[in-house]
């Protein structure tokens, strides 16, 4: 697989990578890293000696696959300008997660019910498993890595670490999309209007009312938002 | 998913050539508006047409300039665009005021996520949300030759005209369009054609793989609302297993025409308990030319459900509706 090839023209540095780059020393490993590494090794431990093992396998004749239909597209994730060549079968999130490796954004349930994945496209809300990446040309994308300004989270971010908003973390990033979308169209959203915008981003460790305190909280605030593009 | 290509066509004929295009060519197409729900039925390996198999090609219709408007015809009529997202319908003034019901449907469905890219048409046109049908049963929706549900977990099946299928027809704006007398403008390889609410979809016992008259080559390139009557009033009333997020256990759509507190003439259509929007033309006319009172509307209710048939472990449905049709009767005589 071509699949973690970046093939885009962003300039090198302009898309933000999550955690510093791993240095030479075994200590500045990330954690992504790490993790990647071992899941590679146990696949290898656990595939190679059944292959050995079982004489009466067929010999499996690796066939060519035909390459997946691109496309090439232009639209703009946080702010920056992307030209890629998107394989027409890639969702918007596999796109960002696996291409541009923006990994803020997660991938849930991948069936439009979890809300995990929530991006805004050219401002609402949206699942990116839901929806292709060769649909988003001439779009603009927002995900949680572009919400902070100058090194700074946004006010909204802000109150969900105040309000202990985020449990495990894992719908975090779709329930901000989906709060920041909010409040740029409602500065002061009522605590039931909050409810009903964040109604397709499900919580597994169900804070919802902190959730819900969250934006109230941050709410009226210009800042909140992460700005405009 | 499987590789397929996806084509973008700029307008409905070049949608219908490249349709046609690829069927010639031998591989299965699928028109694609939102995604949503196509997207789910690929992952899922599930074809969104049964005789066609997964799509190789997908006719993305989304840049299709002018299918996402909502235009006032001269005559009043309500010209909806089948690339109208349903937040825009939700959003629209005039069809919040004029079509209450429709808009009071659309804002009923899934969460703002998927109303944000999903469409009038593709909600229309959705494939039915039956657990054996999404979950690769070899079910007559999927070309199959039985029904899954008829012998076996069916509390959320149809109690009006099922067989030999069972599923419940799944859209919301369906019935709220049914009932206010919507017509379906339908693009194909023959001349575009306006097909009434009553004739747009169709029960299982008359084409037991398709939910509708749409054709492999057809798009629903629209919807068009006649200008209601003077003294016209609708609501759309769903109820779901829990507050949000899904499909209705049992809806109503209702269009009343009052003249002071008497009901001139009504429409009632049923979601969520038939194979497609179910109108109750009994239930309709012991409204004609009467007060609403809450003895009325108790009665209206019953005749909603005088023809029900529910299976074995779906007979809530019934007094539910009874009630759902009832109380939306009476809070729509009551309202301003």
């Known amino acids: ?229 | 998913m499987r590789a397929f290509v996806n084509r973008n066509a700029r307008s409905v004929e070049e949608a219908v050539a490249l349709a046609r295009e690829a069927t010639l060519a031998g591989r299965s197409v699928a028109f694609a508006a939102g995604g949503s729900d196509l997207l789910q039925l690929m992952k899922d390996h599930i074809p969104s047409r049964a005789e066609a198999g997964e799509p190789d090609v997908l006719v993305n219709l989304k840049g299709i300039a002018g299918l996402d408007r909502i235009e006032s015809a001269g005559d009043g009529t309500l010209r909806i665009g089948g690339l109208v997202t349903l937040s825009a319908l939700v959003g629209n003034a005039l069809v919040r005021e004029r079509f209450t019901a429709l808009a009071e449907a659309a804002e009923t469905v899934a969460t703002p996520q998927i109303r944000n890219v999903g469409t009038v048409a593709g909600n229309v046109a959705q494939r039915p949300w039956c657990w054996y049908f999404r979950n690769g049963f070899p079910c007559f929706k999927a070309g199959g030759d039985r029904c899954f549900s008829a012998g076996g977990e069916n509390q959320l099946h149809a109690i009006f005209g099922g067989g030999p299928s069972y599923i419940v027809h799944p859209s919301d704006l369906a019935p709220a369009l049914v009932a206010l007398g919507a017509r379906f403008r339908v693009a194909g390889p023959e001349r575009e054609r306006v097909v009434s609410g009553g004739d747009f979809f169709v029960l299982p016992r008359q084409d037991a793989l398709r939910e509708n008259v749409l054709a492999d080559a057809d798009v629903l390139i629209g919807v068009d609302v006649p200008a209601p009557a003077a003294g016209t009033r609708s609501a759309y009333h769903k109820v779901m297993d829990r507050e949000a997020w899904t499909h209705a256990l049992a809806s109503a759509a209702v269009v009343m025409v009052m003249d002071g507190d008497v009901c001139r003439s009504a429409s009632i259509v049923l979601g969520g308990v038939a194979p497609i929007p179910w109108r109750v033309p009994e239930a309709e006319a012991l409204l004609a030319g009467e007060r609403v009172t809450a003895e009325l509307a108790r009665e209206v209710g019953t005749a909603a459900v005088a023809g029900a048939r529910p299976l074995a472990k779906n007979a809530y449905k019934v007094p539910l509706t009874r009630r759902v049709v009832e109380r939306t009767v009476l809070a729509l005589a009551a309202r301003a």
């Not at chain 1, 030479?24 to 093992?53: K, W």
């Not at chain 1, 439009?112 to 040309?137: F, R």
């Not at chain 1, 999309?177 to 409810?195: G, Q, S």
Request: glycine fraction near 10%.
């Open chain 1, 1 to 229: 697989m071509e699949g973690r090839q970046r093939n885009g023209v962003a300039p090198v540095g302009t898309v933000p990578s999550e955690e510093p780059e791993a240095g030479p020393g075994a200590s500045d490993l990330t954690r992504r890293d790490f993790l990647g590494g071992s899941t590679a090794a146990l696949v290898a431990a656990g595939v190679a000696p059944s292959v050995g093992h079982d004489a009466t396998a067929p010999t499996v004749v690796q066939q060519a696959v035909p390459a997946a239909p691109r496309t090439a597209i232009r639209l703009t994730v946080n702010g920056v300008e992307h030209a890629f060549e998107v394989e027409d079968r890639w969702t918007l999130n596999e796109f960002l997660r696996d291409h541009l490796m923006l990994t803020g954004t997660k991938l849930g349930c991948e069936r439009g019910e979890c809300g995990a994945c929530t991006v805004l496209v050219d401002g609402s809300p949206v699942y990116s498993c839901s929806t292709l990446a060769v649909w988003m040309d001439g779009k603009s994308i927002r995900t949680v890595e572009g919400l902070e300004r100058d090194g700074r989270v946004s006010a909204l971010q802000q109150a969900f670490i105040e309000h202990n908003a985020p449990q495990c973390g894992f719908c975090t990033p779709g329930q901000l999309m989906a709060a920041t979308a909010l409040l740029e169209r409602n500065a002061r959203p009522t605590a039931d209007e909050v409810r009903r915008a964040l109604v397709g981003n499900l919580c597994r460790c169900s804070n919802y009312n902190a959730i819900v305190e969250a934006v109230l909280a941050a709410s009226g605030s210009a800042a909140s938002t992460g700005g405009g593009e």
